[in-house]
């Protein structure tokens, strides 16, 4: 082979391969652990169009939003105990979840972030699906702010203070009434009452002249009034608001009050910060300088209060509307970080381009996820968590007569299996029976049966025998025993009841049909059960439907809150009790008309077999005088003994 036409067929090729390899090597980090069976690309890109961010922020705390785009909750744990966030390089961030809610298919999680790098943007990986993740890179508020971080109320309790999820624990005296639904998963709807009072300390003290960012989203109900947001009375009377009008002010004692040239509109979200350094307090909305106050930030350690002003002082000035997410920083976050900080919050479409993700990658078969259908299954132990007690006792009831319907209906199948078998076995041997009517009643010492039983019993016919004693428990047999008790009492003495009467055979078939109607009642014992399930069931279901909504809109109106995320979980917890009533009464259904129709068949069968009986009665016992029953012969006359019949 010519040097040439080698490198062309071999070494060319190989190299190709090898290029393409190194190059989806570059293009894809490896995965971080294998014990992760899925993860979410994240492109933070604070130069992405309608964004407006102005320098390159440095290391933040950045909002991800988690839904189904960017996160496959199936597979994920219920509390979200292991997601991961790791930078292409494999470092891990520190994360903490305010929310996460794998019914709803709803998070919110906070990520510290570093600095973005000279590229202009950065990436990181949301590591998911371990059943048994260990505590590398677990969830920790602690570590997700840095020192300079004085206090962090994502103001979602519920009726309980706001909690400083930072190490200061610098904690709220005093709870507002929960929002559900706000801009970041639920925050703090204050009504006109008292605002919410932090207390000071050491921790929270301001330096004169000092550096501070205060940061927080507010939404108000009305403007028309002045309203103040912020005060801390003891740091120079310090007091951030909103003038009549929704324009933000900022002032202090001893200056002129600044105001933005920008207004806040009723019922809409916008994010205010205040910036102190260097001698000067900047406004900010949405991340905008829009006023300043020519003075360095007043020394002060006292009481700071969140929607209004002192109210030993003065009730006027409080806030009518909602809060979400305060932030208290030691520091002046720079510019770009608090126009990145109100981009990434606002859910708005620039947060989307600002923090974009890719497609999930790995779940499926090869990653363990669950599938659709276990997918469907959990979501009913989800819906079970919010369910009430009045739910739970519904679902109780329900689930008793589940329990008591289908094991009738189980012990029904079996006995009418038995049954259908044993009388086909009777009527089978029924059939072979031409003169003597008593040669099957197992009453009878000399009865074909009985020998038949000895006979099988001396063979060790174990299955022929039990065929024998199935045939006796069946309602045809019952009924030919029945009979012939009758014909026997008619008939015990040969020499002077040599046949069978009309008004006799009437009697014995009038004695037939109530034992008919006696095994009929038996065939239908405890099937009353099973109607109750069917009638009943769907009716204590939606018992605990109708008074779980009840309650879910006494809360909703005793909170003031009409949104999906306040109904839902109450609506569908409460259906589930329909749910499981429905459950116990359409196989209930089921069950009661195949039962129903077996026991149908068992009934027309003993009809027809009391026709024929009466019928070889009538032509076994005529009357007297027109002949003798085949069994009553004088002994003279006896026709072969019966076994013989077995030889």
């Not at 002032?251 to 979200?269: C, Y």
């Not at 900080?341 to 090869?366: C, I, P, R, W, Y």
């Not at 199948?413 to 099957?440: H, I, M, N, P, Y």
């Not at 309650?551 to 917890?573: H, L, M, Q, R």
Request: proline fraction near 7%; charge should be negative; glycine fraction near 10%.
């Amino acid at each position: 082979m010519e040097p040439r036409s080698f490198i062309n067929r071999l070494i060319i090729p190989a190299l190709v391969v090898l290029t393409l390899a190194t190059q989806a090597a570059a293009a894809e980090p490896d995965w971080w652990k294998p014990e992760w069976t899925g993860r979410t690309k994240f492109t933070l890109d604070p130069s992405a169009e309608g964004a407006e961010i102005k320098g390159k922020p440095g290391e933040t705390v950045l909002l991800v939003r988690l839904h189904p785009g960017n996160l496959a909750f199936e597979m994920a744990q219920p509390d979200g105990s292991d997601l991961r966030f790791v930078t292409a390089d494999g470092k891990v961030l520190p994360f903490h979840l305010e929310k996460f809610d794998p019914l709803m298919a709803e998070g919110f999680a906070w990520v510290k972030v570093p600095s973005v790098g000279e590229s202009g943007s950065s990436e990181f990986f949301l590591y998911y699906g371990n059943a048994t993740p260990d505590a590398e890179g677990a969830p920790d508020p602690a570590k997700t702010y840095t020192d300079n971080t004085v206090i962090v109320y994502h103001l979602n309790e519920r009726g309980t203070p706001p909690q400083d999820v930072t190490p200061n624990a610098n904690h709220a005296a005093s709870a507002g009434n929960i929002s559900e639904g706000t801009i970041v998963a639920d925050g703090l709807r204050l009504v006109g009452r008292e605002p919410v009072s932090i207390p000071g300390s050491a921790a929270n003290a301001w330096n004169s002249g000092g550096d501070l960012t205060l940061v927080f989203w507010v939404k108000p109900i009305a403007t028309a009034n002045e309203a103040i947001l912020f005060a801390r009375p003891a740091a120079g009377n310090f007091r951030l608001g909103l003038a009549p009008g929704g324009a933000p002010f900022l002032e202090v004692e001893g200056q002129p009050r600044a105001v933005a040239t920008e207004k806040v509109s009723d019922a809409t979200w916008r994010q205010i910060a205040v910036n102190a350094s260097g001698g000067k307090m900047t406004l900010y909305l949405d991340g905008r300088e829009v006023g300043a106050v020519n003075a360095a930030l007043p020394a002060g350690d006292g009481t700071m209060f969140l929607g209004g002003p002192d109210p030993a002082v003065s009730s006027e000035g409080r806030f009518l509307g909602e809060f979400d997410e305060l932030q208290i920083y030691k520091t002046a976050l720079p510019a770009p970080d608090l126009r990145l900080m109100s981009v990434n919050q606002s859910g708005s479409d620039a947060a989307g381009k600002v923090l974009a993700f890719a497609e999930t990658e790995g779940g499926g078969a090869a990653g363990g996820g669950h599938g659709g259908a276990l997918e469907h299954v959990m979501l009913f132990g989800d819906i079970a968590k919010n369910m009430m007690f009045d739910g739970w006792i519904a679902v109780f009831v329900c689930v008793i007569m589940m329990i008591l319907g289908w094991s009738v209906a189980v012990a029904k199948f079996v006995r009418l299996r038995s049954l259908a078998k044993g009388d086909a076995e009777f009527l089978s041997q029924w059939g072979e029976v031409s003169g003597d009517l008593t040669v099957l009643d197992a009453d009878d010492p000399d009865s074909l049966t009985n020998l038949r039983m000895e006979a099988m019993e001396t063979k060790g016919a174990s299955k022929q025998q039990a065929n024998i004693r199935r045939m006796l428990n069946s309602p045809c047999y019952h009924l030919y025993h029945r009979g012939i008790k009758e014909i026997r009492h008619r008939i015990s003495d040969p020499e002077r009841h040599r046949g069978l009467s009309v008004r006799s055979i009437q009697a014995i078939r009038a004695s037939l049909d109530a034992g008919m109607v006696r095994e009929r009642q038996a065939l239908n014992k405890g099937l009353v059960i099973l109607t109750t399930s069917i009638a009943g069931g769907p009716y204590v279901g939606l018992l605990g439907t109708v008074v779980g909504v009840m309650i879910t809109f006494a809360i909703i109106a005793k909170s003031g809150e009409v949104d999906v995320n306040s109904i839902a979980p109450g609506i569908a917890s409460a259906l589930l009790a329909t749910t499981v009533g429905l459950f116990v009464a359409i196989p209930a259904l089921f069950m009661y008309s195949v039962l129903s129709s077996r026991i149908k068949d068992v009934i027309a069968s003993m009809q027809v077999f009391i026709d024929e009986f009466v019928t070889k009665i009538a032509e076994a016992y005529p009357p007297p005088g027109e002949g003798l029953p085949p069994h009553f012969l004088p002994s003279g006359n006896q026709p072969e003994p019966i076994e013989a019949q077995l030889n």
